[in-house]
């Protein structure tokens, strides 16, 4: 696994929304290139940028129309390279966000393929063989050509489906995934990502990275292609870093991803912790981190420790933890997320508690998600510093709340989110047991109770972290020897084996 990835922590830039270098009103290179010092003096080391290429922005960019150009609106190729030098310069790297699952129907491939006439790319996506017949269990884009068939889609009805084949074949227009059709649109993927790797990327986030191979309930189909893929890496550019949205370790780590993301959806119980009715880090002290603590140890064992499951704080497509949490909620959630094994990722924004923003009118494919999405809040000046336009050509509305929170605001007080966010990363970046590898061992973590408690651990050293999101105090047993206290976010005290964890504390403690 590239080294880079054993104290990686990622922080998620959403193009669109970070900050406008030319005034237009969105986001683009040169103002990611203008922030990364900020990135790096948070802690981060590692960038995920969401796509940044030529589209029509039906889905915000996951409808790529040219996988090897930058979009014009952010910038050009030339400076792409210019963001990986100096994110090189400065020790850190980036991923960028592959989407091999389906392009937009403007790309010049779907343009081909919707011809009646046999031509290279008519298999490229997948089409049945007639008008009249839908692809079963998608759904598809029909009579928008001459060609006498349906072609499946992944998403919106603007993102048609590249054909990778069926792993169970039921129809006569299914391909199997090493017909020479799929296998020479893998081949086209695999060319996309040689070119931004060479170009010097350090590899991908991968969109819908399970869902390639159709027919495929287990996965086994997509498990291989991507084990396909891994050769490639090992053999080319070894160093590459992955990352799947699947949120099924046990299966995106067998394909040879490296990291795999728990998320919103798929069998992490992750919404559990942060985005259900009770969620466990509400200081109502409702929720139940049982589910998610059993998954992940199974997940754990299916893996053998090969990989990294990585939690992250929210992304593009999910609401923002602060929907639901208040800054101290906050403090504590990122105290947990910030000692978890795996890479953590951070949201834009979510370091300094932007809010969802409620009944946005969509922005390019956005829907719920806009509220999501919103500048990011540098400062007290126009725009909140995210760009000099005039606030009606803003790509999406900024926070009009006059006390949002901001850069500048955050970084003035001691007490802030960001600068507590700003230490748990200091002492994780001291301490390799709480880094990616660290291991991990839950020592309370009971369906419907509190606290939760585990202890991370390497050859050098045993770290206890006791997280109590209620506001209740509570109790849990516990045999070793306290000996240094890293952290303290509230306090934790014991007699002899019962420790007690006050009501709202994370604290860290070195053991014996
Ligand atoms: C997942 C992406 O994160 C989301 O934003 C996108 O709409 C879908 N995949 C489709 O590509």
Same mark, same amino acid.
């Given at each position: 696994?590239?080294?880079?990835?054993?104290?990686?922590?990622f922080?998620?830039?959403?193009?669109?929304?970070?900050?406008?270098?030319n005034?237009?009103g969105?986001?683009?290179?040169?103002?990611?290139?203008?922030?990364i010092d900020?990135?790096?003096?948070?802690?981060?080391?590692?960038i995920?940028?969401?796509?940044?290429?030529?589209?029509?922005?039906?889905?915000?960019?996951?409808?790529?129309?040219?996988?090897?150009?930058?979009?014009?609106?952010?910038?050009?190729n030339?400076?792409?390279?210019?963001l990986f030098?100096?994110?090189?310069k400065?020790?850190?790297?980036?991923?960028?966000?592959?989407v091999?699952g389906?392009?937009?129907?403007?790309?010049?491939?779907?343009?081909?393929?919707?011809?009646?006439?046999?031509?290279?790319?008519?298999?490229?996506?997948?089409?049945?063989?007639?008008?009249?017949?839908?692809?079963?269990?998608?759904?598809?884009?029909?009579?928008?050509?001459?060609?006498?068939?349906?072609c499946?889609?992944?998403f919106?009805?603007?993102?048609?489906?590249?054909?990778?084949?069926?792993?169970?074949?039921?129809?006569p227009?299914?391909?199997?995934?090493?017909d020479?059709?799929?296998?020479?649109?893998?081949?086209?993927?695999?060319?996309?990502?040689?070119?931004?790797?060479?170009?010097?990327?350090?590899?991908?986030?991968?969109?819908?990275?399970g869902?390639?191979?159709?027919?495929?309930?287990?996965?086994?189909?997509?498990?291989a292609?991507?084990?396909?893929?891994?050769?490639?890496?090992?053999?080319?550019?070894?160093?590459?870093?992955?990352?799947?949205?699947?949120?099924e370790?046990?299966?995106?780590?067998e394909?040879g991803?490296q990291?795999?993301?728990?998320?919103?959806?798929?069998?992490?119980?992750?919404?559990?912790?942060f985005?259900?009715?009770?969620?466990?880090?509400?200081?109502?002290?409702k929720?139940?981190v049982?589910?998610?603590?059993?998954?992940?140890?199974?997940?754990?064992?299916?893996?053998?420790?090969?990989?990294?499951?990585?939690?992250?704080?929210g992304?593009?497509d999910?609401?923002?933890?602060?929907?639901?949490?208040?800054?101290s909620?906050?403090?504590?959630?990122?105290?947990?997320?910030?000692?978890?094994?795996g890479?953590?990722?951070?949201?834009y924004?979510?370091?300094i508690?932007?809010?969802?923003?409620?009944?946005?009118?969509?922005?390019e494919?956005?829907y719920?998600r =806009?509220? +999501?999405?919103s500048?990011?809040?540098?400062?007290?000046?126009?725009?909140? *510093?995210?760009? $000099?336009? /005039? !606030?009606?050509t803003?790509?999406i509305?900024?926070?009009?709340?006059?006390?949002?929170?901001?850069?500048?605001?955050?970084m003035?007080?001691?007490?802030?989110?960001?600068?507590e966010?700003?230490?748990l990363?200091?002492?994780?970046?001291?301490?390799?047991?709480?880094?990616?590898?660290?291991?991990?061992?839950?020592?309370?973590a009971e369906?419907?109770?509190y606290?939760?408690?585990?202890?991370?651990?390497d050859?050098?050293?045993?770290?206890?972290?006791?997280?109590n999101?209620?506001?209740?105090s509570c =109790?849990? +047993?516990?045999?070793g020897?306290?000996?240094?206290?890293l952290?303290?976010? *509230?306090?934790? $005290?014991? /007699? !002899?084996?019962?420790?007690?964890?006050?009501?709202?504390?994370?604290?860290?403690?070195?053991?014996?």
């Amino acid at each position: 696994m590239s080294s880079w990835l054993d104290n990686a922590i990622f922080y998620q830039i959403y193009p669109q929304s970070f900050m406008d270098s030319n005034g237009d009103g969105i986001g683009d290179i040169e103002g990611i290139i203008s922030k990364i010092d900020y990135i790096k003096d948070l802690g981060c080391n590692a960038i995920w940028l969401n796509p940044c290429f030529v589209s029509p922005f039906t889905d915000a960019g996951y409808d790529v129309a040219d996988y090897r150009r930058a979009a014009p609106r952010y910038g050009t190729n030339e400076d792409l390279k210019k963001l990986f030098r100096e994110l090189h310069k400065r020790d850190m790297h980036i991923l960028l966000d592959l989407v091999p699952g389906h392009t937009s129907v403007e790309h010049k491939w779907f343009k081909e393929s919707m011809k009646p006439e046999k031509n290279e790319y008519t298999h490229r996506y997948v089409w049945t063989d007639s008008i009249w017949e839908s692809p079963e269990g998608m759904n598809c884009i029909r009579g928008i050509s001459q060609r006498d068939g349906c072609c499946g889609v992944n998403f919106f009805s603007t993102q048609p489906a590249l054909n990778y084949g069926f792993y169970e074949k039921t129809r006569p227009w299914q391909m199997s995934p090493d017909d020479p059709e799929p296998t020479a649109t893998l081949n086209a993927m695999i060319d996309v990502m040689r070119f931004w790797l060479g170009l010097g990327c350090d590899g991908f986030r991968v969109d819908m990275a399970g869902s390639l191979v159709k027919n495929d309930k287990e996965g086994k189909g997509t498990i291989a292609l991507w084990q396909k893929v891994r050769a490639f890496l090992d053999e080319e550019f070894p160093d590459a870093a992955m990352v799947s949205e699947w949120g099924e370790p046990d299966k995106s780590l067998e394909g040879g991803f490296q990291m795999d993301f728990l998320l919103h959806f798929g069998t992490s119980h992750y919404n559990d912790l942060f985005r259900c009715e009770h969620p466990f880090f509400g200081r109502e002290g409702k929720g139940n981190v049982g589910k998610f603590a059993d998954t992940y140890k199974y997940n754990l064992e299916k893996s053998g420790g090969n990989g990294l499951m990585c939690i992250p704080s929210g992304n593009h497509d999910m609401d923002r933890l602060s929907r639901k949490f208040d800054v101290s909620e906050l403090k504590i959630c990122f105290a947990f997320l910030l000692t978890m094994p795996g890479a953590p990722f951070i949201y834009y924004g979510d370091e300094i508690g932007m809010k969802y923003l409620d009944n946005l009118t969509s922005v390019e494919g956005g829907y719920g998600r =806009t509220g +999501s999405r919103s500048p990011m809040q540098w400062s007290g000046g126009v725009n909140a *510093g995210f760009s $000099s336009a /005039s !606030g009606e050509t803003l790509y999406i509305p900024i926070d009009p709340d006059p006390c949002r929170p901001t850069v500048e605001n955050s970084m003035a007080d001691e007490a802030s989110l960001y600068n507590e966010i700003k230490r748990l990363i200091r002492i994780r970046q001291e301490h390799t047991a709480l880094q990616s590898k660290g291991k991990i061992e839950f020592v309370y973590a009971e369906e419907n109770k509190y606290p939760l408690a585990y202890i991370r651990s390497d050859e050098r050293e045993k770290i206890l972290i006791v997280i109590n999101p209620s506001s209740q105090s509570c =109790t849990f +047993s516990f045999k070793g020897k306290a000996e240094e206290v890293l952290y303290r976010n *509230g306090e934790l $005290s014991h /007699s !002899g084996d019962e420790y007690t964890a006050a009501g709202q504390s994370a604290v860290l403690v070195k053991i014996k």
